[in-house]
């Protein structure tokens, strides 16, 4: 008779919350979150986030974990323990995280990048480069600025639309190995060592977060930054976009439904008390995304405020010539006076002059709002090039942008594992070192598509859809699931069991209630939204232009997009019907016999 | 007669130096936004010592040691401070020395002229005169590479640490169970047993526990 090999186990409990929080705080916490609050009533945007994570996040948070806690396997075994029906729950969810893992970890790859050409001076998007008779720039750079040419042109290479592939580009795809043999060093040894690394990608991104937040306040025009994000816009309260904003970003941000959270909480002690956990990892979720919207408003304030000044600077300058005045005549302060003094004297020259006078305005740099790539690595490389001492910070910003991508990484790895070493016909032939690794070869080759020329659309149509819809049904299915398939009694007696006392009635009716019509009414939301809107377009880079333009999808780009959305979506079903054919076929060997 | 000479000269200095003269340049000063508080001002000497340069510059191109500081002629000086200036010939009478010539020399001995006025190409401008940008310094091998290099190499000696010492572990722990299978077989083996599983393993911490023993309250009958 075989020995049972025993589960392995976190060290300690604050292993556990360090990879929930880990996982959880990610990319989305620093690039999405400061975007929603700008876009939907600044201030004023924190009232429907928290709503939404104490009627949404923390109910779901705690379902998870404590299913995988009691469960004790990861998403497919876990599920067909609550239904046999089910299975296709925890496929649906290994599918899901598969495609996420596929894709994410080339923003691993992007930070890698920009973290090596920090070591330089000046930092390599600071300046344009000259062009090929170096009697200027270069002509797409002069278009653009120096940080989008950076972008666009050094790193991406992008190609102007999806259709033109280009070829792989060999220094991403360098780095983007680098991102998965980084990510193989992590979860090598299961938990033995994830546990180890959670410690510091948990904690090192507060470290400079907190840095940047003494480093941004003290910046030149931070407050102005700040100002505008907090002064509340309460009428966006009436826009129900507000209210599905901060659904679907609390969703999205404690990455429920992709089987992570139960694979981590399976790993627990049964004695765990995973409703203080779930609340403590929700909480510091929440904070950490305000805390780095103050950090990215104060950013934001200093770079606007520094274009602000530069746009005047230009404006004297251009007038100063014109018109041969004395240096130090014109100011920032006398200049609009300056101006009219000037249409009234010389009016035919300031005629020809005006059209090159742009009207700058400080509320038109702050309403650039971006999110995503856009702001990680443009926006704020912008920022940085004109701190002092900007390789230092540089450094820091990409590491700390390494640590939460490589934190979310290890959760979306654990999702595939935990179920692949978890099954025994996989397991009992290869030990879990083969695994990974085979799991990190398959999706860094599929990976090196991101990194061609047309790479970054193909990551924006991933980014966009591989996860939305189909996250929302899985974890639908899976509240009702737990709560009228297993029954919300038997539920309660196993969270006794584990933690010693019965849920209470907040809980309770958050997860029979209110968390189900939540995500119902975003499915539904998201439904009419994609079609209404017809058909898909994306941002293409133009080259020409040094802008981005709009351009429809071709037909097999819309393919791939219902493949994804199909692949996650079907498995639900499809899993019900194959066990169901199972039971049928073997009731049936058992009659005959 | 003197008067009239003066006056010719001076006659002669408006028609070859004004505004858009052929072969004359405007030059563009920006003393105060290079220098800030240590900012000279601009002055006769100053512009001595430009017309100075520009003979110097031109002495140095044609290497004909003709041209004079007197050859030099400014005109329209504003308070910005810009002015233009335009080089005479002296072996022609009252002619300019061709635009392209003088550019030339300029370009040549920017950096001196530059240099001798404490300013830079973007502060001492030459308005039709452009400047090749200095290219950037770019080292042998890109430095992201060697970093990229460091890392990855890190890396990858941690992978292979790690693989190596899970073998190892597995060697010994694959021996340790063959031994205690041999000596199962010879009888003298002292670990206690318990349904075929040996006791050590039945460690709590990674047990079960069991749900029916310990939740079922409701089964009793209170008392």
């Given at each position: 008779?075989?020995?049972?090999?025993?589960r392995?186990?976190?060290?300690?409990?604050?292993?556990?919350?360090?990879?929930c929080?880990?996982?959880?705080?990610?990319?989305?916490?620093?690039w999405?979150?400061?975007?929603?609050?700008?876009?939907?009533?600044?201030?004023g945007?924190?009232?429907p986030?928290?709503?939404?994570l104490?009627?949404?996040?923390?109910?779901?948070?705690?379902?998870?974990?404590?299913?995988g806690?009691?469960?004790?396997?990861?998403?497919?075994?876990?599920?067909?323990?609550?239904?046999?029906?089910?299975?296709?729950?925890?496929?649906?969810?290994?599918?899901?995280?598969?495609?996420?893992?596929m894709?994410?970890?080339?923003?691993?790859?992007?930070a890698?990048?920009?973290?090596?050409?920090?070591?330089?001076?000046?930092?390599?998007?600071?300046?344009?480069?000259?062009?090929s008779?170096?009697?200027?720039?270069?002509?797409?750079c002069?278009?653009t600025?120096?940080?989008?040419?950076?972008?666009?042109?050094k790193?991406?290479?992008?190609s102007?639309?999806?259709?033109?592939?280009?070829?792989?580009?060999?220094?991403?795809?360098?780095?983007?190995?680098?991102a998965w043999?980084?990510?193989?060093?992590?979860?090598?040894?299961?938990?033995?060592?994830?546990?180890?690394?959670v410690y510091v990608?948990?904690?090192?991104?507060?470290?400079?977060?907190?840095?940047?937040?003494?480093?941004?306040?003290?910046?030149?025009?931070?407050?102005?930054?700040?100002?505008?994000?907090?002064t509340?816009?309460?009428?966006q309260?009436?826009?129900?976009?507000?209210?599905?904003?901060?659904a679907t970003?609390i969703?999205?941000?404690l990455?429920?439904?992709f089987?992570?959270?139960i694979?981590?909480?399976?790993?627990?002690?049964?004695?765990?008390n995973?409703?203080?956990?779930?609340?403590?990892?929700?909480?510091?979720?929440?904070?950490?995304?305000?805390?780095?919207?103050?950090v990215?408003?104060?950013?934001?304030?200093?770079k606007?405020?520094?274009?602000y000044?530069?746009?005047?600077?230009?404006?004297?300058l251009?007038?100063?010539?014109?018109?041969?005045?004395?240096?130090?005549s014109?100011?920032a302060?006398?200049?609009?006076?300056?101006?009219?003094?000037?249409?009234?004297?010389?009016?035919?020259?300031?005629?020809q002059?005006?059209p090159?006078?742009?009207?700058?305005?400080l509320?038109?740099?702050l309403?650039?709002?971006?999110q995503?790539?856009?702001l990680?690595?443009?926006?704020?490389?912008?920022?940085?090039?004109?701190?002092?001492?900007?390789?230092?910070?540089?450094v820091l910003?990409?590491?700390?942008l390494?640590?939460?991508?490589?934190?979310?990484?290890?959760g979306?790895t654990?999702?595939?594992?935990t179920?692949l070493?978890d099954?025994?016909?996989?397991?009992?032939?290869f030990?879990?070192e083969?695994?990974?690794?085979?799991v990190?070869f398959?999706?860094?080759?599929?990976?090196l598509?991101?990194?061609?020329?047309?790479?970054?659309?193909?990551?924006?149509?991933f980014?966009?859809y591989?996860?939305?819809?189909?996250?929302?049904?899985?974890?639908?299915?899976?509240?009702?699931?737990?709560?009228?398939?297993?029954?919300?009694?038997?539920?309660?007696?196993?969270?006794?069991?584990?933690?010693?006392?019965?849920?209470?009635?907040?809980?309770?009716?958050m997860?029979?209630?209110a968390s189900?019509?939540l995500?119902?009414s975003?499915f539904?939301?998201y439904?009419?939204?994609?079609?209404?809107?017809?058909?898909?377009?994306?941002?293409?880079?133009?080259?020409?232009?040094?802008?981005?333009?709009?351009?429809?999808?071709p037909?097999?780009a819309?393919a791939?997009?219902?493949?994804?959305?199909a692949?996650?979506?079907?498995c639900?079903?499809?899993?019900?019907?194959?066990?169901?054919i199972?039971k049928r076929?073997?009731?049936?060997?058992?009659s005959?016999? | 007669?003197?008067?009239l000479t003066?006056?010719?000269?001076a006659i002669?200095?408006a028609?070859l130096?004004?505004?858009?003269?052929?072969?004359?340049?405007?030059?563009?000063?920006s003393?105060?936004?290079?220098?800030?508080?240590?900012?000279?001002?601009?002055?006769?000497n100053?512009?001595?010592?430009?017309?100075?340069?520009?003979?110097f510059?031109?002495?140095?191109?044609?290497?004909?040691?003709?041209?004079q500081?007197?050859?030099?002629?400014?005109?329209?000086?504003?308070?910005?401070?810009?002015f233009?200036f335009?080089?005479?010939?002296?072996?022609?009478?009252?002619?300019?020395?061709?635009?392209?010539?003088?550019?030339?020399a300029?370009?040549m001995?920017r950096?001196?002229i530059?240099?001798?006025?404490?300013?830079s190409?973007?502060?001492?401008?030459f308005?039709?005169?452009?400047?090749?940008?200095?290219?950037?310094?770019?080292?042998s091998?890109?430095?992201?590479?060697?970093?990229?290099?460091?890392?990855l190499?890190?890396?990858?000696?941690?992978?292979?640490?790690?693989?190596?010492?899970?073998?190892?572990?597995?060697?010994?722990k694959n021996?340790?169970?063959?031994?205690?299978?041999?000596l199962?077989?010879?009888?003298e083996?002292?670990?206690?047993?318990?349904?075929?599983?040996?006791?050590?393993?039945?460690?709590?911490?990674?047990?079960?526990?069991?749900?029916v023993?310990?939740?079922?309250?409701?089964?009793?009958?209170?008392?």
């Amino acid at each position: 008779e075989a020995m049972e090999k025993s589960r392995p186990l976190w060290d300690n409990p604050l292993q556990f919350v360090f990879a929930c929080i880990s996982y959880a705080v990610g990319l989305g916490n620093v690039w999405r979150f400061p975007y929603l609050c700008q876009m939907y009533g600044g201030g004023g945007f924190l009232i429907p986030y928290f709503i939404m994570l104490i009627a949404e996040g923390m109910p779901l948070l705690y379902l998870e974990l404590a299913v995988g806690q009691r469960m004790r396997q990861g998403s497919i075994g876990a599920w067909k323990i609550i239904s046999p029906y089910l299975c296709g729950v925890g496929v649906a969810s290994v599918v899901v995280s598969f495609f996420l893992s596929m894709y994410y970890n080339v923003i691993n790859a992007w930070a890698f990048w920009y973290l090596f050409h920090s070591f330089q001076d000046p930092l390599p998007w600071a300046t344009c480069p000259l062009n090929s008779n170096r009697t200027g720039y270069e002509e797409e750079c002069e278009k653009t600025s120096s940080t989008q040419y950076f972008w666009y042109r050094k790193t991406l290479n992008i190609s102007p639309s999806l259709e033109a592939s280009g070829s792989v580009q060999w220094e991403q795809a360098l780095c983007l190995v680098l991102a998965w043999l980084v990510v193989y060093l992590c979860i090598l040894r299961g938990t033995a060592s994830t546990g180890k690394v959670v410690y510091v990608t948990a904690s090192l991104p507060y470290c400079v977060l907190i840095i940047y937040l003494i480093r941004g306040l003290t910046l030149h025009g931070a407050v102005n930054g700040l100002v505008y994000m907090f002064t509340p816009k309460l009428e966006q309260l009436s826009n129900p976009k507000t209210w599905i904003s901060a659904a679907t970003q609390i969703f999205f941000s404690l990455g429920l439904g992709f089987g992570s959270l139960i694979a981590f909480a399976s790993y627990n002690e049964p004695s765990n008390n995973c409703e203080r956990h779930a609340i403590i990892v929700s909480l510091i979720n929440s904070t950490t995304s305000i805390f780095a919207s103050i950090v990215t408003f104060s950013i934001y304030g200093f770079k606007a405020t520094f274009n602000y000044e530069s746009c005047i600077n230009k404006v004297i300058l251009l007038l100063m010539n014109a018109f041969d005045l004395e240096e130090g005549s014109l100011t920032a302060d006398n200049l609009n006076e300056m101006k009219d003094y000037l249409m009234a004297t010389h009016p035919q020259e300031y005629a020809q002059l005006s059209p090159q006078l742009k009207n700058c305005s400080l509320e038109a740099e702050l309403d650039t709002a971006v999110q995503g790539t856009g702001l990680a690595f443009i926006v704020y490389s912008e920022a940085i090039k004109n701190m002092e001492v900007p390789q230092l910070y540089s450094v820091l910003y990409f590491f700390m942008l390494l640590m939460l991508g490589i934190g979310s990484m290890l959760g979306n790895t654990a999702a595939i594992l935990t179920p692949l070493t978890d099954s025994k016909v996989i397991a009992a032939h290869f030990p879990k070192e083969v695994i990974a690794g085979v799991v990190c070869f398959i999706n860094c080759v599929i990976g090196l598509i991101f990194t061609m020329e047309a790479g970054n659309y193909w990551f924006d149509i991933f980014n966009d859809y591989a996860a939305t819809l189909s996250l929302l049904l899985i974890v639908l299915v899976e509240t009702i699931a737990v709560c009228y398939i297993y029954g919300i009694r038997r539920f309660e007696k196993d969270l006794q069991t584990m933690i010693g006392r019965k849920p209470n009635w907040y809980w309770k009716i958050m997860w029979a209630f209110a968390s189900p019509l939540l995500i119902i009414s975003l499915f539904i939301f998201y439904l009419t939204d994609y079609i209404l809107t017809g058909t898909l377009q994306y941002q293409a880079w133009d080259a020409t232009q040094g802008q981005l333009v709009t351009k429809d999808y071709p037909g097999y780009a819309l393919a791939v997009i219902g493949l994804l959305v199909a692949a996650s979506a079907l498995c639900i079903p499809l899993g019900a019907l194959v066990t169901l054919i199972r039971k049928r076929l073997k009731r049936e060997t058992v009659s005959t016999v | 007669v003197l008067l009239l000479t003066l006056s010719l000269a001076a006659i002669a200095h408006a028609e070859l130096c004004k505004p858009d003269a052929q072969n004359a340049f405007k030059v563009r000063l920006s003393i105060k936004t290079a220098l800030g508080d240590n900012a000279y001002a601009w002055d006769a000497n100053e512009e001595y010592l430009f017309k100075a340069m520009v003979a110097f510059a031109m002495r140095r191109y044609s290497s004909k040691s003709t041209t004079q500081i007197s050859n030099v002629l400014l005109c329209n000086v504003t308070d910005r401070v810009s002015f233009w200036f335009v080089v005479t010939d002296s072996s022609k009478n009252v002619t300019t020395v061709p635009g392209s010539e003088v550019e030339a020399a300029i370009r040549m001995n920017r950096n001196r002229i530059n240099s001798a006025f404490l300013l830079s190409d973007q502060t001492l401008q030459f308005l039709k005169i452009t400047s090749t940008l200095s290219p950037p310094v770019e080292p042998s091998t890109p430095v992201w590479l060697i970093v990229f290099g460091v890392v990855l190499c890190l890396i990858v000696a941690g992978i292979a640490f790690l693989v190596v010492a899970g073998i190892q572990q597995r060697k010994k722990k694959n021996k340790g169970s063959t031994e205690r299978e041999n000596l199962e077989e010879k009888g003298e083996v002292t670990v206690t047993v318990e349904n075929g599983i040996p006791c050590e393993t039945l460690d709590l911490k990674a047990g079960h526990i069991n749900g029916v023993f310990a939740a079922d309250d409701e089964r009793f009958t209170s008392l």
